[in-house]
């Protein structure tokens, strides 16, 4: 492929790309719901502080915690936060800002569901304001979060 070829495929590329940005942005609406449940295990919390470094003993040390006022060991906060990026993955969702709000701690083996508000759109921005909230399997608020970002495919 020479030089020109090589601008004409990148240029064409970014053409589609803003309209792709264009069309994804035009198709979520204020009101619109995203919902995704999950059970959190002991692999989950292994796996997220290996990669994190996030050695808290709340986390990791049963003995520890266990004379807390948690008794057993609980998930840290920002993999029960992450349950936003499965759901904007699924919307090619890029964040520019996240707010999180810890409400109740949520243990290992708790099922908790998140579900996805849009909120608002701001066409001259072309960013998307949405609200997220994480409920236990018992009905509790665990967590409430404010973002905005974009969407490049929906």
């Not at 053409?15 to 069309?23: G, N, S």
Request: hydrophobic share 35%; net charge negative.
């Amino acid at each position: 492929m020479d030089q020109s070829e090589a601008t004409i495929s990148t240029s064409r590329t970014t053409q589609e790309f803003k309209q792709q940005l264009v069309e994804a942005f035009q198709k979520l609406q204020p009101g619109q719901v995203f919902t995704w449940r999950r059970t959190f295990t002991d692999g989950d919390v292994t796996q997220f502080c290996g990669v994190t470094g996030d050695h808290n003993p709340y986390h990791i040390d049963d003995l520890f915690v266990r004379d807390t006022w948690y008794g057993r060991r609980i998930i840290p906060g920002l993999l029960t936060g992450s349950m936003i990026t499965h759901i904007g993955g699924r919307l090619g969702f890029i964040a520019m800002e996240m707010n999180f709000k810890y409400l109740a701690p949520v243990y290992v083996g708790d099922t908790v569901t998140c579900t996805v508000t849009i909120n608002e759109k701001d066409e001259k921005r072309r960013l998307i304001k949405a609200r997220a909230t994480m409920v236990n399997q018992d009905g509790v608020e665990v967590l409430d979060s404010r973002f905005e970002g974009f969407p490049s495919l929906i």
